[in-house]
């Protein structure tokens, strides 16, 4: 195909898709939306992360007891509101894609480059996030490793393309959209980011629940009207779980090993919290749960106050059988391993015979099913 056919054919769809409420104004006010929406986004990602995954040094605190349900909500309820900025922005400046020539300099060509990044970034953060939190996975990849790395290219041009493009915004930033129709195609937009939030917020906002039709999870729909997103059944533990030789062991750097029946862990001192149970779906349930407290336990077997624990399940070897558990989580007086859930033991489906539940962390986190506490 030769040249002068292409451009022909890049004028003839650059005119098809014109329209009298696109403008520069209008494209600098949704991109102003979308760049606060994405920023959000990115730090509330990177807490996530970093709270699933911390690096060595990073101690995250235990207080207060709803950050993690707070952001994780935010991240997941505000991405949700996020898609139709994205296509309302998408939407707005596509005319530009069919601009001749395509690429006019070097210089034009690595900003084209960086344009794509963001646009291809997004796309894939806002698609496959969608798809995770509806537990939909199409792809070969890690979604965590994929999301994380992806944030940062997506979001790295996206400085870029506000740095190269500041001028134009810091025109329109203050400036009222004039035109009648294109405010209203501003309000529309608005409105349908704010009905993506109300309709989904429910999940994590219990006075919006009856609201939350597009929430992955209904909060009030589970054993013990509690959601879950692993059953006993498919972590593989029904069997073992009910076994009348389960002993709670805790172990490793202590003066004296503790092995503990169910029923001598039901005679021990016995605390009651309340604290949220808080997915990376971003969904929220606050309840009831009764056990020991951790650090009791710890203390009583002779761990030091710096020590790093490590909790395993009963579960078969996976990502979240063991979960690290660092000193201000396991001495907060609010972290229990939790034998009763709203005043009742806990079902199978909730970690029975014992679970770990402590504040600010991710629900993968609050493992299920235990048998050992590992004290390093």
Known sequence: MSRRVIATLGRSLSGRFTSRLRSERVAAKLGIWL???????????LFSHFTQHPPAWLMWPSRPVNLYRVTQGLHVIGGIATVPLLLAKLWAVYPKLWQWPPLRSAGHAVERLFVLLLVAGSLFQLVTGLMNIAYTYLWPFGFIQAHYWTAFIAYGALVIHVVNEWAKVRQHLWTRVEDADRRRFLHTVAAASGLAALVTAGEAVTPLERLAVLAPRDPDVGPQGVPVNRSAVAAG????????????????????????????????????????????????????????????????????????LTVESLERPGYYATSEVRPPHWNDPLTLLALKLNGRPLDPDHGYPVRLIAPNRPGVMQTKWVARVRVA
């Open 237 to 308: 533990v029904t069997t073992v779980i009910r076994d009348p030789a389960y002993r709670l062991v805790v172990t490793g750097a202590v003066r004296t090993e503790l092995s503990l029946s169910y029923a001598e862990l039901t005679r021990l001192p016995q605390h009651t919290v309340r604290l949220p149970i808080s997915c990376v779906e971003g969904w929220s349930v606050e309840c009831e749960w009764s056990g020991v407290r951790l650090r009791d336990l710890v203390g009583q077997a002779g761990g030091g106050p710096d020590a790093f």
């Open 35 to 45: 760049g606060i929406s994405f920023t959000v986004a990115f730090a509330t990602g």
